[in-house]
Structure formats: structure tokens, C-alpha cells
């Protein structure tokens, strides 16, 4: 995981644990609401910033995108170039 995923990894934690800790001083208490469900929700959270982070560019390089057209098009002409090249 890069650094900036860490970080914001890290902040989320100490929010919800500020919450946490902020909740049981006014002695309110919520069963849902431990300490094991914050480390839950936190690796759901790293996860599916890790999912999107491999998303993004794969959604983007599907060519479905006017510049990725042009990317693909490029591409294919390079190819075709290269195998008359090597068939010669």
C-alpha cells in the first residue's frame, strides 16, 4: 500500500477511535461500536481504496474512452507495422 493510502488509513482509525473514545466518556454505548469493529471497518475501507486504486486505470485503459480509442488504434497500427517488418 503507498504511502498516501497508509496515511489515510491511519486518520480514519484515530477519528473513529476519537469517536469511539468520546462515546464511552459520555457513557454512551453502542454494542456495534468496539474497538474490533473499527479495525473492521477499517480494513474494509483499505480495501476498497486498493480496489478503486486497480479500477481506475483498468475502467480507463478499456478503450472506452475517446483517448483510449486512440490509444488502441495506435497500437494496433504499431502491431501490423511491426509484424510486416518481421516478416520481411
Do not use: C, R
Not at 1 to 15: C, F, P, R
Not at 56 to 65: D, M, S, V
Request: glycine letters at 6%; charged letters at 20%.
Amino acid at each position: 500500500m503507498d504511502s498516501k493510502k497508509k496515511q489515510w488509513a491511519i486518520q480514519l482509525t484515530g477519528l473513529l477511535t476519537a469517536i469511539y473514545t468520546l462515546l464511552a466518556s459520555l457513557n454512551l454505548h453502542f454494542e456495534w461500536f468496539t474497538m474490533d469493529s473499527i479495525n473492521a471497518f477499517v480494513a474494509v475501507f483499505v480495501a476498497l481504496v486498493a480496489f478503486a486504486g486497480t479500477l481506475y486505470p483498468t475502467f480507463k485503459n478499456t478503450f472506452l474512452f475517446k483517448k483510449g480509442k486512440e490509444q488502441a488504434v495506435l497500437i494496433e497500427k504499431g502491431l501490423k507495422n511491426n509484424e510486416e517488418k518481421d516478416g520481411k
